[in-house]
């Protein structure tokens, strides 16, 4: 029995989640792994998006299928994909082309609302990435503000309602402007599409962590091990 709580078990299960993009569709799927057929194609959104672990599952909520959205440094460089797909019939995909996204900039001023009781912060600030990415992730996340619970949700979409907000909370609920609410309750799965690498990371510096441990006791044991023969020899000699 192997306990699930295991480092060096976790380590292992993410590892192959990660290599197998288990959990993305199989058009995705194929671009990832096949990038040496279509020069031009990087990584898929889940991976240049690094939120503290607190906000995860938030993030991956409000996110939601754009987590599979892989990006590419061209239009041309999307459309060859989308024809590879198509030609050899292995699914869809979506792709964003970073030459035209360089283009965006968020001027969105939101500065009384994340004054507001309640409020976390503003999506796009509570992450860290590649600045290259940076174009991407604010469009993505333009308009979702995090907020400590839907009650607060609720009265600051009355007091913004001709924005276009979207108001997430920790545990993943989602308020639109619109007014269309999401939420409940889901088991959960703690191999999410967002935030697989810097669990990796974590497990791979708690084991080092171990392995230093385990080193630094095994140093020890054979150095009492050497006085325990050394003392013993004396003793033989007395």
């Known amino acids: 029995?192997?306990?699930?709580?295991?480092?060096?078990?976790?380590?292992?299960?993410?590892?192959?989640?990660?290599?197998?993009?288990?959990?993305?569709?199989?058009?995705?799927?194929?671009?990832?792994?096949?990038?040496?057929?279509?020069?031009?194609?990087?990584?898929?959104?889940?991976?240049?998006?690094?939120?503290?672990?607190?906000?995860?599952?938030?993030?991956?909520?409000?996110?939601?299928?754009?987590?599979?959205?892989?990006?590419?440094?061209?239009?041309?460089?999307?459309?060859?994909?989308?024809?590879?797909?198509?030609?050899?019939?292995?699914?869809k995909a979506t792709?964003?082309?970073?030459?035209?996204?360089?283009?965006?900039?968020?001027?969105?001023?939101y500065t009384s609302l994340l004054q507001e009781p309640g409020v976390i912060g503003a999506a796009w600030d509570l992450i860290s990435a590649d600045t290259k990415y940076g174009s991407i992730i604010k469009y993505l996340l333009k308009d979702v503000i995090l907020v400590e619970n839907l009650a607060i949700a609720f009265n600051l979409l009355e007091k913004y309602s001709d924005s276009q907000l979207?108001?997430?909370?920790?545990?993943?609920?989602?308020?639109?402007?619109?007014?269309?609410?999401?939420?409940?309750?889901?088991?959960?799965?703690?191999?999410?599409?967002?935030?697989?690498?810097?669990?990796i990371k974590r497990l791979q510096e708690e084991i080092a962590d171990l392995n230093d441990k385990h080193q630094n006791l095994k140093n020890q044991l054979n150095q009492k091990n050497s006085l325990l023969e050394e003392l013993s020899q004396k003793l033989k000699n007395y």
Request: proline share 3%; glycine share 8%; charged share 20%.
């Open 1 to 91: 029995f192997i306990s699930t709580h295991n480092p060096y078990f976790l380590l292992s299960i993410l590892e192959k989640i990660k290599a197998n993009y288990e959990g993305f569709s199989q058009g995705v799927k194929t671009l990832i792994k096949e990038q040496h057929q279509i020069f031009g194609i990087d990584k898929v959104v889940a991976d240049i998006i690094h939120p503290p672990k607190e906000y995860s599952y938030a993030l991956e909520s409000v996110l939601g299928n754009s987590l599979q959205y892989i990006i590419s440094d061209s239009l041309n460089t999307a459309q060859q994909a989308i024809e590879y797909l198509s030609n050899n019939k292995i699914g």
């Open 95 to 109: 792709l964003i082309a970073q030459d035209h996204f360089t283009r965006f900039e968020a001027h969105i001023d």
């Open 166 to 199: 979207q108001f997430v909370t920790p545990q993943g609920e989602i308020l639109q402007s619109n007014g269309i609410l999401t939420g409940g309750h889901t088991n959960g799965d703690q191999f999410n599409l967002l935030g697989r690498e810097d669990e």
